[in-house]
């Protein structure tokens, strides 16, 4: 435990520099810090309603936006947000740099969602999400070694699940 939980609040910190993720951990305002997740407690836990790691997108993250509106300053500034560049030495193109989420069905997906190891895993497990792997409080993914508290967070998701199971 890396902190007291306090409230079913985990504080989501980190830098976003050299870290392998999406919008997963993105805050509202595009940043990775300060991002207060909050376990529902009045409605179960839907492994499918959530993305594959546990994260649910927020609806103002400025990389969905800019791909929702096709709007290339907004979508430069996610670029460099997500540091795409320094990540998948991919140059910027607005027509090849977008996102929309890591479940969109009817959306191609995004480079960074393409990319992202933890995706890939549970697909390939042939599960809806990390909350429902056995190996998750085991799991040696970057996302969650650089994530501390969002995996404590995952963890509590699943605890929850389980119980409600
Ligand atoms: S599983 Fe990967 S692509 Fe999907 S939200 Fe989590 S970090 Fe992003
Ligand atoms: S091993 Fe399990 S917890 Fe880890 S990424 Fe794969 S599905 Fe998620």
Redesign the pocket.
Not at 132 to 136: G, Q, S, V, Y
């Given at each position: 435990m890396t902190k007291k939980l306090k409230r079913r609040e985990f504080l989501v910190k980190g830098s976003c520099a050299g870290i392998a993720c999406c919008a997963a951990l993105m805050g509202p305002k595009g940043l990775c810090f300060g991002n207060t997740l909050q376990l529902p407690d009045d409605e179960p836990i839907d492994p499918k309603a959530l993305n594959?790691?546990g994260y649910q997108c927020p609806s103002d993250c400025k990389f969905l936006q800019a791909s929702l509106k096709n709007d290339t300053e907004l979508k430069k500034e996610a670029y460099q947000l997500w540091k795409i560049k320094e990540k998948y030495n991919i140059d910027f193109d607005p027509e090849t740099i977008f996102c929309f989420g890591c479940k969109n069905e009817e959306k191609p997906l995004g480079v960074v969602v393409k990319h992202c190891?933890?995706r890939q895993?549970?697909i390939?497990?042939g599960?809806d999400c990390?909350i429902?792997?056995?190996?998750?409080s085991e799991?040696?993914?970057e996302?969650?070694s650089q994530f501390p508290d969002f995996k404590q967070y995952v963890m509590e998701m699943q605890k929850k699940y389980r119980r409600e199971g």
């Open positions: 594959y790691c190891p933890v895993c549970v390939s497990k599960l990390c429902e792997c056995n190996e998750l799991c040696k993914k996302l969650w």
